[in-house]
């Protein structure tokens, strides 16, 4: 029984798609539900899906400049100090006090590096390794050089993200930026 | 009551849905084994009825996760037991689920005609695994910030468009509010309809295929492949015949799916009553000291980043868990061949071992790498008391004040500081706020800078004042503060010449 054509139904659909103009009523009322459906699931999809997509267009953020050490004089020459710095920052609804870190290195006392306080593999914190010498991520163990931000070991894809310095009045400032991180490219975000 | 039952019954067939879902033949001599899947379903639902409990206390938002779980612990009724069943119960979903994967794979249940049900019971254990990623950055503790950081720069190394996954993740370009929202929207409204729907789906088609019966039943005299075009018959006929030789779904399978669920949903209990969950101290996101550790189910993996070179990080990273979701998928469409006990499936039993061993090993080597965390001693820094604390170290006021362990280094033209270290019983954050501000309106001869204004701002002086505040010495959460606040006379208005 199951297995039988009907053939009303048929005859019609065959009468129907003979004439390859007319769609016919049951062309018709097939071709309704599908606009009508695709019209619900557009007016209410396009705006939830730019919705929960929107921050991929989140710009990066620019010229922040932040005053990282008050007096070049009392910055030891050779040892990488970190300085963790606070900011008031906007998150989303949320007005925060961010707090960041950076790497300070310089051997002259005048020229500064500056590291951003993230490992580029995958943005832990990083730490100066016991010997003094290189620095250390205790997540994935990557190890970076302290006078260039090297890569010594392990995982990361790329040397440590500098970041522009500037000396105003004895205070040296540092551009603070963040950066994609385990790619090998430098992308600000 | 009889009246009734037939008066219901009349209206929507009770008697057509108990035939097809009590009665039904299964095959016999199922293992203990094949309650793993029912076990899973009955934690989903004890997940869903903490879950619902959970979420009725929970605030997602940075400002108030942490303290709307700590108050969920300390404050409410049995809230500390729910949240442990809750937590336990997410490591037994992980466990139940992909022992019933193995369970079906080394059965060779996913094959003819099981292939669909197959790949519906993967993507199950995909959202499972989603459930457990976006449902520890829940707390908004240390653990919770750290692993989602690593968790989402994983998403962000995918080829092309890691970026974009990235920022969708995370709502914006850093983890903060707005990801915490996307994640409790996802834990609590997306993944649980998902798994709910999938869920249906797959239990239908249990329904509709039966269970797979015993491999050597479907293993004598079987075509070699499940695509020869006389395997399907061969299969119906073995297959009923086996199902007429078994028992009844109810109660012979139910009783048996029960108590391991009841076994399974105590150990939960007794875990949660005896281990807790554990919340460890709210996110910091400048503690360098702090090792990152995911839940011990994504352990392996986390493993495996440490020793690939860093060449092949973003291959492995997105490559590893893409390949092996994209194999499972497609098993049943490239393993064709009728043989079902493992035994008589080498490769497999290879690839499951080697699998298996290998996360195992990796599990096992991440364990003992583990170096605990220090434990926040005392009471958990507000984010405005970090704040300070980053501004003390900053402004090396350390240098000269002593706070506890950390000492000064004496040199000849160190000042003579107090000691710091139980400052917070002695003064109150407002009296050290103007004091820091201006010490010599205190004291006339104070060697201490004025770090009022342009200095510090006065919100980055009242940090410093609220962690001035917080630090009470070893024992100061049980001792009281007395306050010996003096303040100067006001200045007197200037008189006018």
Known sequence: ????????????IAAES??????????????????????????????????????ALAKPVVDNWVKVADDIAVLDIGVPIRVDFVQTQDDAWITNRALNGVWLYTEDGEKFKAYNGHCTHLGCGYMLAKDGKSFICPCHRGQFD?????????????????????????????????FRLGVAERVAV | MATLARWIDERVDLVAIRRNLFDREVPGDLTWWHTLGSATLTVFAVQIVTGVALAMYYAPSPDHAYDSIRYLERSVVSGSLVRGIHHWGASAMIILVMAHVIRVFTMGAYKYPREINWVLGVVLLAVVFGFGFTGYLLPWDQKAYWATQVGTNIAGTTPMVGGIIEKILRGGNQLGAATLARFFALHVLVLPLLLGGVVL???????????????????????????DPSYADYYRKRYSSSKH?????????????????????????????????GLEAP??????????????????????????????????????PAALFIVLLLLPFFDRRSTRALLHRPVAAFALVGI????????????????????????????????????????????????????????????????????????????????????????????MPAFGPPTLSHQEIEELSQYLSSLRGPHGLSRQPEYRDTFPEPAKPKENP
């Not at chain 2, 189910?297 to 092949?312: A, D, E, I, R």
Request: contains cysteine; proline residues 10%.
């Open chain 2, 245 to 277: 030789a078994g028992v009844r779904f109810w109660p012979d399978i139910v009783a048996k799916d029960l108590v391991v669920g009841a076994i399974v949903v105590c150990m939960l209990v007794v875990l949660a009553k005896v281990a807790g969950s």
């Open chain 2, 356 to 447: 298996l061993g290998g996360s195992g090993f990796l599990l096992g080597q991440s364990m003992r790498e583990m170096t605990p965390n220090a434990p926040e001693v005392g009471r958990p820094l507000s984010s405005a008391e970090r704040s300070g604390r980053a501004l003390f170290k900053r402004q090396q006021c350390g240098s000269c004040h002593a706070v506890g362990d950390q000492k000064v280094e004496k040199k000849d033209d160190t000042p003579d500081a107090p000691d710091l270290t139980e400052v917070g019983l002695k003064h109150s954050p407002s009296w050290m706020h103007s004091f820091i501000e201006e010490p010599l309106r205190f004291h006339p001869d104070s060697k």
């Open chain 1, 146 to 178: 302290i006078k260039t931000g090297a890569v010594l070991g392990g995982p990361p894809p790329r040397p440590l993200d500098e970041l522009e310095t500037e000396v105003r009045d004895g205070s040296v400032f540092v551009k603070y930026q963040d």
């Open chain 2, 201 to 227: 789906l797959h239990l239908a088609l249990v329904i509709r295929q039966g269970i797979a019966p015993r491999t050597d039943i479907l293993e004598k005299e079987a075509p070699p492949r499940t695509d």
């Open chain 1, 1 to 12: 029984m199951r297995n039988e054509p009907e053939p009303l139904v048929e005859d019609a």
């Open chain 1, 18 to 55: 003979a004439d390859p103009i007319a769609i016919g009523r049951r062309g018709f009322l097939q071709m309704s539900a599908a606009v009508a459906a695709a019209i619900t699931a557009g007016v209410v999809g396009v705006p939830v899906v730019r919705a929960i997509a929107s921050p």
């Open chain 2, 283 to 320: 996110a910091d996101p400048t503690d360098t000291s702090y090792t990152p550790r995911p839940e011990w189910y994504f352990l392996p993996f986390f493993q495996l980043l440490k020793v690939v070179p860093g060449s092949m990080e973003s291959a492995v990273a997105v490559g590893v």
